[in-house]
């Protein structure tokens, strides 16, 4: 086990961690594909403990609760992705996201419009003209305050980048904005580089109960798959009926 501290600036909600933040970090070790399932609170600027335990990472607090724990997984669980829209009609589709014109999660380091560049991602992804119902897209430049050595995007911030994303596919679908991350199974096939536009892709699976199921991609401007993941959001409320 080795002490990590998930920073004030990796928050999902303003006292917890970002859910793709942190079932990257949870993941990153990982060759290939991923799951991790968060099982309660992420504490923020406290020391934690990640660190093996059989055939998993698991993430703990110092008197051994468990927070969240990761495993290779079955590449069957990951969904195939629709075609990418252009990056013009992913900027076109950014536009519109809800999270500009409503506070759904302003100061999230995903999706938060109160972020500044180098700070938070900037993720604003809305409603695609002309896909179906739920689909939501938007473009996403990686700044260089996130790169590695080498410019490149470390796989934890590439897992932030597609955890909002699938919340706003479900508030496009159902109407409503409360939910959390639960569990996200991702692989990273190539990190993207620091200034290089990015497309990301969301649309929902399936809905049962208080369970909404949802698949994310990321692509290159050309149409090149870069990353893609399947998340288990979970409903705080009973779930509306999904708008016709």
Same mark, same amino acid.
């Not at 929902?204 to 998340?231: D, I, W």
């Given at each position: ?21 942190? &079932?990257? *970090?949870?993941?990153?070790d990982f060759d290939g594909p991923a799951t991790s399932v968060l099982?309660? %609170? *992420? ?30 997984? $079955? ?8 075609? !990418? !829209? ?10 519109? &996201? ?12 995903? &999706? ?9 991602? %900037?993720?604003?992804?809305? %409603? ?14 990686? $700044? ?17 980048? @597609? ?28 990190? /993207? ?6 497309? *990301?892709?969301?649309? /929902? ?20 798959? @870069?990353?893609?993941?399947?998340? *288990? ?12």
């Amino acid at each position: 086990m080795r002490k990590i501290v998930i920073a004030r600036q990796f928050c999902g909600p303003p006292n917890s961690g970002n859910g793709g933040y942190v &079932c990257g *970090v949870l993941a990153k070790d990982f060759d290939g594909p991923a799951t991790s399932v968060l099982r309660n %609170r *992420v504490p923020l600027d406290i020391d934690l403990h990640l660190g093996p335990a059989e055939d998993s990472m698991q993430l703990t607090d110092l008197d051994g609760g468990l927070i969240g724990r990761a495993q290779a997984a $079955d590449p069957a669980i990951l969904p195939t992705p629709p075609a !990418p !829209p252009s990056l013009e009609a992913a900027r076109g589709a950014g536009a519109l &996201c809800l999270g500009l014109a409503q506070r759904i999660h302003p100061i999230c380091f995903t &999706c938060g419009p109160e972020r500044q560049d180098g700070d938070g991602l %900037r993720v604003f992804p809305g %409603r695609l003209e002309g896909a179906p119902h739920g689909h939501v897209a938007c473009v996403w430049t990686p $700044d260089a305050a996130f790169a590695d050595a080498d410019g490149l995007i470390p796989d934890e911030i590439v897992w932030a980048a @597609l955890d909002c994303p699938g919340f706003f596919a479900w508030v496009e679908t159902a109407g409503r904005h409360g939910a959390l991350l639960g569990t996200m199974t991702g692989e990273v096939i190539r990190a /993207p580089a620091a200034g290089e536009p990015a497309i *990301v892709l969301a649309w /929902p699976l399936a809905r049962e109960g208080r369970k909404e199921t949802a698949g994310v991609a990321l692509f290159t401007a050309e149409g090149e798959l @870069l990353a893609r993941g399947h998340q *288990v959001w979970i409903v705080s409320a009973a779930p509306q009926a999904a708008a016709a």
